[in-house]
């Protein structure tokens, strides 16, 4: 896992270089301002940012990637006081049944287009890299830039877990060893919420 992040953190240097020979801004994501909220049936919270950037030309981002770390996936609705340890067993069951955070332990979105749709409102294109599939991922988001802070708020999307292979009680695919049939929807709604900051 060492070696994967220290490639993950090369590629974000890559986009920082890249920027800076072309005598474009950066913008590096602050990763304790960052977050991906996500809801899936009764259930939401959110994901932590590992590392991330931005490259900027004339106020607009024209390059980007961030990176999700799966291990930190965290539920909001349930109480510990009131749930316990289910709370705990619920979070692992996500990390090591569903997304396999222990094989792929990050999800990254590279920003392949943008385009503008009215005011601060964009659309962003890209490749997102979830359990080991990548697939074309758009969505419209918030941009701001202030002085040297750029802010990116999307607006909810959602996404069908089966197109990246996650399909641990899918109803497209029930598992025989769930004896009450019990299915979770294959529909993930997700929120991105990032700050990033000039270097």
């Known amino acids: 896992m060492k070696r994967l992040t220290l490639f993950f ?3 974000i240097m890559t986009l920082a270089t890249y920027a800076q020979q072309s005598g474009l801004s950066f913008f590096k994501v602050d990763t304790l301002q960052s977050k991906v909220l996500w809801k899936c049936d009764k259930h939401n919270g959110i994901i932590k940012v590992k590392t991330g950037g931005f490259v900027v030309e004339d106020q607009q981002p024209v390059a980007g990637r ?5 291990h930190s996936i965290k539920d909001l609705d349930m ?3 009131q749930y316990g340890t289910a709370v705990l067993i619920f979070e692992n069951t996500l990390k090591n049944e569903f997304f396999h955070a222990d094989k ?8 392949g287009e943008i385009s503008k749709i009215e005011n601060d409102l964009y659309q962003l294109t890209g490749d997102f890299t979830l359990h080991g599939i990548t697939n074309c991922l758009s969505f419209k988001a918030h941009i701001n ?3 040297d802070t750029l802010y990116m708020k999307s607006e909810k999307f959602a996404i069908d877990r089966t197109d990246w292979g996650i399909y641990r009680m899918s109803p497209k695919r029930p ?4 004896e009450n049939g019990w299915t979770v929807s294959d529909k993930i709604e997700l929120q991105i919420d990032l700050k990033a900051v000039k270097e």
């Not at 961030?66 to 799966?70: A, G, L, T, V």
């Not at 792929?104 to 920003?111: I, Q, R, S, T």
């Not at 598992?175 to 769930?178: G, I, L, P, R």
């Open 9 to 11: 953190l090369f590629l």
């Open 175 to 178: 598992y025989s060893d769930d």
């Open 79 to 81: 109480n510990p006081k």
């Open 104 to 111: 792929y332990p990050y999800a990254v979105f590279e920003l």
């Open 66 to 70: 961030f990176i999700i770390d799966m």
């Open 145 to 147: 830039i202030k002085d």
